[in-house]
């Protein structure tokens, strides 16, 4: 699917403006797609800087500022292999393997792009062509073993009965995972009506979270605070979010937003965010919109770190709860507007694609045995 990028900062300005939030100062050039090999690329930052005493940078009421742009990227798997039982983190060396791998894997155009370089089939192009690999993109190493904490064991719990009823309900949709990221899918595998084509297809709506997780690519978003209120806006679908924290309820029980309806506060230096009244059509992992809520914590932990983690918390989904951390890095801004355009052509393309293939299974289905339908 091809997307449309033009520069939107003139968004994050508004966005500071409406928040009445302190102004801060962005990078004023855009990422660029950087002239290097596999080898420059994977080596990991230094950070040689993190050696030198850091003071947690601070709005005027005493509130951590985690304001800028920010990048979510990770080659970590979203659940433990395994291999490693019990074992939370990687050694050093295990560490820049493991990175040096991940690089190489999307430096040879095999990483999400269908090696679309090498492939003249594809449909896909060749993610760095664009500067869009994650090693063009300020991907950094994660020492984990996988993005999920809790359970110990690293694995998201098992389905409940009514949840996997409920995915046989909707046998006519397809959902899959990327291991490295651990986003979820829907697709139609049965393309009747437009509705069956999904969110993303049909431009609706292109995620934005919660939960925040890697992406292929576009793993950037930008954070914008104020006393009351803090705004996060995804590369992904140029969509945001608003998170109040003056203390107002939840809204009530039919109210359904697409990126739920979240109610932030402080403990100590961490910012706590709990989203509950998800809209049934866009609910993380297919889980139960009536009954999930995901509680997301920031935490800066340096000049270049947000510790972020989100905890699933849905009896009718999951046989109990379960915890994720993925680091969030500092990278240059701005963002670039993610303007979802080509996929209306697609809509009509997938719609008469399946009707034509149903004409063909039927002409197929009427031909006598044996007979090629060509010498009807």
Same mark, same amino acid.
């Given at each position: 699917?091809?997307?449309?990028?033009?520069?939107?900062?003139?968004?994050?300005?508004?966005?500071?403006?409406?928040?009445?939030?302190?102004?801060?100062?962005?990078?004023?050039?855009?990422?660029?797609?950087?002239?290097?090999?596999?080898?420059?690329?994977?080596?990991?930052?230094?950070?040689?800087?993190?050696?030198?005493?850091?003071?947690?940078?601070?709005?005027?009421?005493?509130?951590?500022?985690?304001?800028?742009?920010?990048?979510?990227?990770?080659?970590?798997?979203?659940?433990?292999?395994?291999?490693?039982?019990?074992?939370?983190?990687?050694?050093?060396?295990?560490?820049?393997?493991?990175?040096?791998?991940?690089?190489?894997?999307?430096?040879?155009?095999?990483?999400?792009?269908?090696?679309?370089?090498?492939?003249?089939?594809?449909?896909?192009?060749?993610?760095?062509?664009?500067?869009?690999?994650?090693?063009?993109?300020?991907?950094?190493?994660?020492?984990?073993?996988?993005?999920?904490?809790?359970?110990?064991?690293?694995?998201?719990?098992?389905?409940?009965?009514?949840?996997?009823?409920?995915?046989?309900?909707?046998?006519?949709? $397809? +959902?899959? =995972?990327? %291991?490295?990221? @651990?986003?979820?899918?829907? !697709? &139609?595998?049965?393309?009747?009506?437009?509705? /069956?084509?999904?969110?993303?297809?049909?431009?609706?709506?292109?995620?934005?979270?919660?939960?925040?997780?890697?992406?292929?690519?576009?793993?950037?978003?930008?954070?914008?605070?104020?006393?009351?209120?803090?705004?996060?806006?995804?590369?992904?679908?140029? $969509? +945001?979010? =608003?998170? %109040?924290?003056? @203390?107002?309820?939840?809204? !009530? &029980?039919?109210?359904?937003?697409?990126?739920? /309806?979240?109610?932030?506060?402080?403990?100590?230096?961490?910012?706590?965010?709990?989203?509950?009244?998800?809209?049934?059509?866009?609910?993380?992992?297919?889980?139960?919109?009536?009954?999930?809520?995901?509680?997301?914590?920031?935490?800066?932990?340096?000049? $270049?770190?947000?510790?972020?983690?989100?905890?699933?918390?849905?009896?009718?989904?999951?046989?109990?709860?379960?915890?994720?951390?993925?680091?969030?890095?500092?990278?240059?801004?701005?963002?670039?507007?993610?303007?979802?355009?080509?996929?209306?052509?697609?809509?009509?393309?997938?719609?008469?694609?399946?009707?034509?293939?149903?004409?063909?299974?039927?002409?197929?289905?009427?031909?006598?045995?044996?007979?090629?339908?060509?010498?009807?």
């Amino acid at each position: 699917m091809n997307r449309l990028w033009v520069s939107s900062s003139a968004l994050a300005l508004l966005m500071a403006a409406s928040l009445s939030a302190p102004s801060f100062l962005a990078a004023q050039s855009s990422r660029a797609a950087t002239k290097t090999d596999a080898k420059t690329a994977a080596r990991p930052d230094t950070k040689a800087a993190s050696t030198k005493a850091w003071t947690m940078p601070r709005l005027p009421d005493g509130q951590p500022d985690l304001q800028g742009y920010w990048t979510s990227l990770s080659i970590t798997p979203m659940e433990r292999p395994a291999k490693y039982g019990n074992r939370e983190f990687l050694t050093q060396k295990e560490t820049q393997d493991a990175f040096n791998a991940g690089i190489q894997h999307e430096f040879d155009g095999a990483g999400g792009t269908g090696d679309a370089e090498n492939d003249p089939e594809s449909a896909d192009y060749d993610f760095k062509t664009y500067g869009l690999s994650p090693w063009q993109n300020g991907m950094r190493p994660n020492p984990r073993t996988s993005l999920v904490v809790d359970p110990p064991d690293g694995r998201i719990p098992p389905l409940t009965p009514e949840a996997k009823s409920r995915r046989r309900q909707r046998a006519n949709f $397809e +959902y899959y =995972v990327v %291991p490295s990221a @651990g986003e979820n899918y829907q !697709g &139609a595998v049965r393309a009747d009506v437009a509705a /069956d084509l999904g969110l993303g297809t049909s431009c609706v709506h292109q995620g934005g979270g919660p939960p925040i997780l890697p992406t292929g690519y576009n793993s950037n978003f930008l954070i914008v605070q104020s006393h009351d209120a803090v705004a996060i806006e995804k590369e992904v679908g140029s $969509e +945001y979010r =608003v998170i %109040p924290l003056d @203390g107002t309820p939840h809204a !009530g &029980a039919g109210i359904h937003l697409w990126h739920g /309806d979240g109610r932030g506060h402080w403990e100590g230096d961490t910012l706590v965010v709990e989203s509950t009244n998800f809209r049934p059509e866009n609910v993380y992992r297919n889980a139960n919109p009536k009954t999930l809520k995901i509680t997301e914590r920031f935490k800066r932990i340096d000049k $270049e770190t947000i510790e972020y983690s989100f905890t699933v918390d849905d009896p009718s989904t999951w046989t109990k709860p379960w915890t994720a951390i993925v680091p969030l890095s500092s990278v240059p801004g701005p963002l670039f507007e993610y303007a979802c355009s080509e996929d209306n052509n697609d809509a009509v393309n997938i719609l008469l694609g399946a009707r034509k293939a149903e004409a063909a299974a039927e002409e197929k289905a009427k031909a006598p045995a044996g007979v090629p339908i060509s010498q009807k």
